[in-house]
């Protein structure tokens, strides 16, 4: 069976058809445009910015979202972009973290706590199989899990030193355990790609196993990098003159 359609990436494709099954949805393209004319006129840093922008247009126009209704593991590495490299190359983009963000940069362990909540939440199996049957459900998932990594990463890179330290290493612990639950499950668990991955020489379990292992090692590696990132600053700025005199 590969007839199982998701509401928003529709039917899930065979290999002959995905490289034809384009996202041109008008309402999404829209989207994108305007998000385009912002990095053009309001990016400080616009080469971070415009990575991000194409990073979004692989995820949401590419043929991933069509191969996402098929393999779970197509919808993890979606998720994986979504929140670990486009939220961070947008907030780079755009400086987020001064001005009217600055508050939002300084509550690093509730942005974490959130993010991590809606991680957790849309994968839950009848979560995520309910957000994958209405456009609304599809949309709210993006928003849950796009916001709050924006949110995640304007404390991560903007905030404080020690709550955008924690703030990453909540979320590297938590992307570890929740790919480590999906790696070591016994059984397949979401009933949307129960019948759609054979045609992509998968079942339903090892897609289900890859799906874990891209969440458990490669999406942690943005959180390891600002872990690391975040203690040399820290050690930059106890030695530097003005901490040695504080």
């Keep these: 069976m590969t007839d199982r359609a998701i509401a928003y990436c529709g039917i899930a494709p065979t290999p002959a058809e995905f490289w034809s099954a384009w996202n041109l949805d008008p309402v999404l393209l829209a989207g994108l445009a305007a998000l385009a004319v912002l990095i053009h006129r309001a990016a400080p840093r616009k080469g971070a910015a415009w990575a991000g922008f194409a990073l979004a247009v692989v995820v949401f126009v590419s043929p991933l979202c069509n191969l996402s209704s098929a393999l779970f593991s197509a919808r993890v590495l979606h998720h994986v972009l979504l929140t670990a490299a486009i939220a961070p ?87 570890g355990m929740l790919g480590a639950l999906i790696v070591f499950a016994a059984s397949p668990l979401y009933i949307a790609h129960l019948f759609t991955t054979e045609p992509w020489g998968l079942g339903a379990l090892a897609d289900q196993q890859l799906a874990g292992l891209l969440m458990w090692v490669p999406a942690a590696g943005p959180y390891a990098a600002a872990i690391i990132w975040g203690i040399a600053q820290i050690l930059r700025d106890e030695h530097s003159p003005e901490g040695a005199r504080a």
């Design 89 to 175: 190359l947008l907030v780079i983009g755009f400086g987020l973290g001064a001005g009217r963000t600055l508050r939002l940069a300084q509550m690093g362990g509730l942005a974490a706590v959130i993010h991590a909540g809606a991680m957790w939440l849309f994968h839950a199996p009848p979560v995520y199989d309910w957000a994958l049957q209405s456009v609304a459900g599809y949309w709210l998932m993006q928003a849950a899990l796009g916001l709050s990594a924006l949110w995640l990463w304007t404390a991560i890179i903007s905030g404080p030193r020690g709550a955008g330290l924690g703030a990453a290493a909540i979320s590297f612990v938590q992307m």
